[in-house]
């Protein structure tokens, strides 16, 4: 027992006291500095006040969050299928791949805007391109780092692409898919921030833009408010990554065994 405390304590006490520090630090910058950024009291005094609305602000920006996540590593699994069985598919799309990448997402808004309205639709469209190129590349290089000596056996055994493809390709790349899904997380909630700013409408919410009208009225309670929703968003989905990926993972070298 007595092992098993000092090993929580290993785990959680260095982030505890990380925490505590950071927030002694805040509410000293804060005390002067009253104008630029309130004190902790008055941001926990904000999320107690109005509870409802920092929730459904929240769930606003979890489901731009969670669609455009979903539909972006959907597409960029099966793309990266393509582009390992068909070099042509790779030549001709990882280069676009690249520039859309370093292209800034915010010059697509415009336009989305004027195909879709001010609909959720672009904010799903923004969220999926900024989190698109690492689950591509990690999806490619996953695919592709196969043992040899298991793919000759598989040839051996007149095995299909299909069942190369689930029985190898797949397994094989699941440490890169879920190297992708670290990064591709957190960038999704970034994502749909980003896409809240930059395609506001009168009938969207989200935490985003809340922030954004927020800002404009000075009420920086409720800005900082809506900045621990998203902390606590990116926290939460973040660790809930790692948690899937050590047990899918430890029952993946279970089966190994």
Same mark, same amino acid.
């Given at each position: 027992?007595?092992?098993?405390?000092?090993?929580?304590? =290993?785990? /959680?006490? &260095?982030?505890? %006291?990380? !925490?505590?520090?950071?927030?002694? @630090?805040?509410?000293?910058? #804060?005390?002067?500095?009253?104008?630029?950024?309130?004190?902790?009291?008055?941001?926990?005094?904000?999320?107690?006040?109005?509870?409802?609305?920092?929730?459904?602000?929240?769930?606003?920006?979890?489901?731009?969050?969670?669609?455009?996540?979903?539909?972006?590593?959907?597409?960029?699994?099966?793309?990266?299928?393509?582009?390992?069985?068909?070099?042509?598919?790779? =030549?001709? /799309?990882? &280069?676009?791949? %690249?520039? !859309?990448?370093?292209?800034?997402? @915010?010059?697509?808004?415009? #336009?989305?805007?004027?195909?879709?309205?001010?609909?959720?639709?672009?904010?799903?469209?923004?969220?999926?391109?900024?989190?698109?190129?690492?689950?591509?590349?990690?999806?490619?290089?996953?695919?592709?780092?196969?043992?040899?000596?298991?793919?000759?056996?598989?040839?051996?055994?007149?095995?299909?692409?299909?069942?190369?493809?689930?029985?190898?390709?797949?397994?094989?790349?699941?440490?890169?898919?879920?190297?992708?899904?670290?990064?591709?997380?957190?960038?999704?909630?970034?994502? #749909?921030?980003?896409?809240?700013?930059?395609?506001?409408?009168?009938?969207?919410?989200?935490?985003?833009?809340?922030?954004?009208?927020?800002?404009?009225?000075?009420?920086?309670?409720?800005?900082?408010?809506?900045?621990?929703?998203?902390?606590?968003?990116?926290?939460?989905?973040?660790?809930?990554?790692?948690?899937?990926?050590?047990?899918?993972?430890?029952?993946?070298?279970?089966?190994?065994?």
């Amino acid at each position: 027992m007595h092992d098993r405390w000092q090993q929580l304590g =290993r785990v /959680f006490l &260095p982030p505890v %006291v990380a !925490l505590l520090l950071a927030m002694g @630090i805040w509410q000293f910058v #804060a005390h002067h500095n009253s104008q630029a950024i309130p004190s902790l009291g008055a941001i926990g005094s904000a999320l107690a006040h109005q509870p409802h609305r920092y929730l459904i602000n929240s769930l606003w920006t979890i489901d731009e969050m969670l669609v455009g996540l979903v539909a972006s590593a959907l597409f960029a699994f099966v793309l990266a299928v393509i582009m390992v069985h068909v070099r042509v598919v790779e =030549r001709a /799309f990882m &280069p676009l791949a %690249v520039v !859309l990448n370093v292209t800034p997402v @915010i010059s697509f808004a415009p #336009a989305l805007i004027l195909i879709f309205g001010f609909s959720l639709v672009p904010r799903y469209i923004v969220t999926g391109i900024i989190v698109f190129f690492p689950f591509l590349v990690n999806s490619f290089i996953g695919l592709r780092a196969i043992d040899s000596e298991a793919l000759d056996v598989m040839h051996t055994l007149a095995a299909t692409r299909r069942q190369i493809l689930w029985r190898l390709r797949l397994p094989s790349s699941l440490p890169y898919l879920f190297a992708g899904a670290r990064i591709g997380v957190p960038l999704s909630l970034v994502g #749909a921030v980003v896409a809240e700013f930059t395609t506001a409408g009168n009938n969207l919410r989200g935490l985003g833009s809340e922030i954004e009208y927020a800002y404009s009225q000075l009420q920086l309670p409720t800005v900082y408010g809506s900045v621990v929703c998203l902390a606590i968003i990116g926290v939460l989905s973040s660790a809930l990554v790692v948690l899937a990926e050590r047990r899918l993972l430890r029952w993946r070298e279970r089966g190994k065994g």
